[in-house]
């Protein structure tokens, strides 16, 4: 509890396994947070990078498995390049400690691979929002994994049509009931069927990656579902849009993202 009261962090071991969940508070490099600013005189900022780094430690050491849950994902270019350099490092020391990144907070549904020229460490996932806040369906997924090696093994994503929910308002609710046309989350993909995965590990992701340089169907299917099927132009991806989509699925440092998508 200590934790959460100084910096809503907390980790906990689930029952009756060997996999450690770890909370960590992601505003620490969010651009919109000023404070976010100070980070290098600001002590707090370094005690929650510390306690993060010593939350896995102590799990490697104890041989246990960790999943790292968090708000903003690293590779985003609302964060500060500060963060995305501190997760490499991170990630790069106990990539094979720590199992899984699981974020959010931009409302599409992405993948951050950690990795430098040396090799590839880790894979963030982004997962999308039930809110259309940023005009994309509402969506979530749920995912499966293996509890004693503590890999993911995929996902199913869910989403939920707003044109079509949107179709029906001149019903009533009884007329809406009668047909049976009630507005509901339908399956949108599984990582299996829609993208060749045969888990979530990140050199699974490296070789998607290279699909994706190769078909653009792939990529296009992809961008398709960044927006959780919510715009029909998305399935054209062009150059411009394949070349985004590469610079940010391989790079979780903001800077480098904005760089690469300049060239």
């Known amino acids: 509890m ?12 689930i029952p009756n396994t060997n996999l450690k969940l770890v909370s960590f508070n ?3 490099g969010y651009d919109v947070n000023f404070y976010s600013y100070l980070n290098d005189i600001n002590v707090d900022y370094f005690l929650l990078l ?3 780094v010593l939350e896995v430690d102590i799990a490697e050491k104890a041989g246990q ?3 790292i849950i968090a708000h903003v994902p690293p590779g985003d270019t609302s964060t500060q ?14 990539g094979s400690t720590i199992v899984g990144h699981l974020t959010g ?5 992405e993948f951050e691979l950690v990795q430098d020229e040396y090799g590839v460490y880790g894979v963030v996932m982004v997962a999308p929002s039930v809110t259309p806040y940023t005009n994309n369906n509402p969506a979530f997924r749920i995912y499966t ?8 093994l995929g996902y199913h994503q869910y989403f939920l049509n707003l044109t079509k929910a949107n179709g029906w308002t001149h019903l009533s609710p009884a007329e809406m009931a009668a047909l049976k046309q009630v507005p509901s989350f339908e399956l949108s993909y599984t990582t299996a069927l829609e993208y060749g995965l045969e888990d979530l590990t990140p050199h699974s992701y490296a070789a998607l990656i290279e699909r ?38 391989q790079n979780i440092i903001s800077s480098n993202i904005l760089a690469c998508e300049a060239v």
Request: aromatic share 12%; hydrophobic share 30%.
């Open 26 to 28: 992601a505003n620490y």
């Open 212 to 249: 994706f340089e190769k078909n653009e169907n792939l990529i296009s299917t992809y961008n398709y579902n960044k927006h959780s099927k919510s715009h029909e132009a998305d399935k054209n991806c062009d150059m411009t849009c394949q070349r985004n989509i590469l610079c940010a699925v």
């Open 145 to 152: 994994m293996d509890l004693i090696t503590g890999t993911l």
């Open 81 to 94: 390049p500060s963060y995305g350099e501190f997760y490499l490092n991170l990630t790069k020391r106990y």
């Open 50 to 52: 510390d306690w993060l």
């Open 105 to 109: 907070h931009t409302h599409n549904d």
């Open 2 to 13: 200590e934790t959460v009261k100084r910096s809503a962090c907390y980790s906990v071991v």
């Open 65 to 67: 498995k960790v999943l």
